[in-house]
């Protein structure tokens, strides 16, 4: 059964840090290209950071570029995300996702997903 499994958010003031972590099972994350994407009250679903299988390569949307950092440990079978210098816009619902090839199929899965809200 596959599971990726969200932690680490919260409520934060603006200029505050947080750490998303992100725990996956059931497949073999190491093969996997895992991404962070947020959903905010009333908008669509966005791309906020993603790495790739062996953690060579990061890319991050340009709103969060230079204070979000994605690292992963395929040892553990986990991915964080480093969130600073948070702002009001920030809030939303974070979701992990590993997208790969499974049985030659594309496979993408997904998480619960974690509230952050950024507010004084």
């Known amino acids: 059964q596959v599971n990726l499994v969200e932690s680490g958010g919260g409520l934060v003031q603006p200029g505050g840090s947080l750490r998303l972590s992100c725990a996956a099972s059931?497949?073999?994350?190491?093969?996997?290209?895992i991404n962070w994407y947020r959903q905010a009250p009333g908008k669509e679903r966005e791309f906020v950071a993603g790495?790739?299988?062996?953690?060579?390569?990061?890319n991050y949307a340009d709103s969060v570029k230079g204070r979000f950092t994605i690292s992963r440990d395929n040892a553990k079978n986990t991915v964080n995300l480093q969130m600073n210098s948070l702002k009001p816009e920030d809030t939303a619902v974070y979701y992990c996702?590993?997208?790969?090839?499974?049985?030659?199929?594309?496979?993408?899965?997904w998480g619960q997903g974690t509230q952050v809200t950024v507010s004084s």
């Open positions: 059931g497949f073999t994350f190491s093969n996997y290209l």
């Open positions: 790495i790739t299988s062996t953690g060579s390569t990061t």
């Open positions: 996702n590993a997208a790969g090839i499974r049985a030659g199929l594309r496979a993408n899965y």
